[in-house]
């Protein structure tokens, strides 16, 4: 029987709203080995280099830990925002310490995205042939950056027989973002926090600074009823199963959901240091 892609983010869905509760992770050197026996990809998506740090950072992080294949597309080098040369090899280090499997960096015109559209929906189609993900993260259409929503459109078209779609949380999300997915991160803040933190050619600004993200983080963990999290825009959400440490649709509302199965991988996670 098939069940929503939830279970690969630790999610159970009610009638009412998303109860959350995470998977438990090994350190960075062992959770490949011991994770989850049904590994799955995930592909997410981003407009500009520290796009996916700061808005579902903790979430890939955590997948990657638990086992889970986990690719990153970038379609602009920023440079309209910062150093066009710095920025992508930025985004790369950010996805070494978020534990991704590759990054690739695409340099349409920043600022300029919906100039192209159809090379935008070329290049994200490009990548999801590679990859064949699974699940598909990207831009919410609830965004005041031009170039947010035209990734969110052009991912809408490229990933149509795509089978699960959430949208993450923009620093530029306006206030019609009404997530009703989240993750627990509470174990993840802090790699969160290092890997915003190597955008250094971004630092000056606001929201790129600790206090914020994890003042978000806990914002939309006061949501989920947990500490930390990440909040998402579901398009679609279903999937084939997850494996052991899927979590599971509870029976009615209310009701609490289960815990992890037995085997399912335990530790703590990895905390890269160097955080400003």
């Not at 989850?36 to 740090?53: F, K, S």
């Not at 998402?232 to 289960?258: D, F, K, L, N, T």
């Amino acid at each position: 029987m098939a069940h929503s892609v939830l279970g690969l983010l630790g999610l159970a869905l009610t009638t009412a709203a998303l109860v959350v509760f995470g998977l438990r992770v090994l350190p960075a050197p062992r959770a490949r080995s011991l994770a989850t026996p049904h590994p799955r990809r995930v592909l997410a998506i981003g407009a500009h280099p520290d796009d996916l740090e700061l808005a579902c950072g903790g979430t890939l992080a955590k997948l990657s830990d638990s086992g889970h294949e986990v690719h990153a597309l970038v379609l602009s080098h920023g440079e309209r925002g910062g150093e066009g040369t710095a920025r992508p090899r930025e985004a790369r280090t950010g996805g070494v310490l978020l534990g991704l499997t590759s990054v690739q960096v695409h340099d349409f015109p920043d600022t300029r995205l919906a100039d192209d559209p159809v090379g935008l929906v070329q290049a994200i189609e490009a990548m999801i042939r590679r990859v064949n993900p699974d699940i598909v993260l990207t831009h919410s259409g609830h965004d005041q950056h031009q170039d947010h929503l035209a990734v969110h459109e052009a991912t809408l078209r490229a990933a149509r027989q795509s089978t699960s779609i959430l949208c993450y949380e923009s620093p530029s999300a306006t206030t019609d973002f009404r997530p009703s997915v989240f993750v627990d991160i509470d174990e993840y803040v802090e790699v969160k926090v290092a890997a915003v933190a190597a955008h250094r050619d971004q630092g000056r600004k606001p929201y790129m600074t600790p206090e914020r993200v994890r003042g978000i983080a806990t914002f939309r963990g006061s949501q989920a009823k947990v500490g930390s999290a990440e909040g998402y825009e579901p398009v679609r959400s279903w999937a084939a199963p997850w494996g052991s440490c899927e979590a599971r649709r509870p029976r009615h509302r209310g009701r609490r959901p289960r815990r992890p199965q037995p085997g399912c991988p335990a530790g703590r996670p990895r905390i890269p240091g160097g955080v400003r």
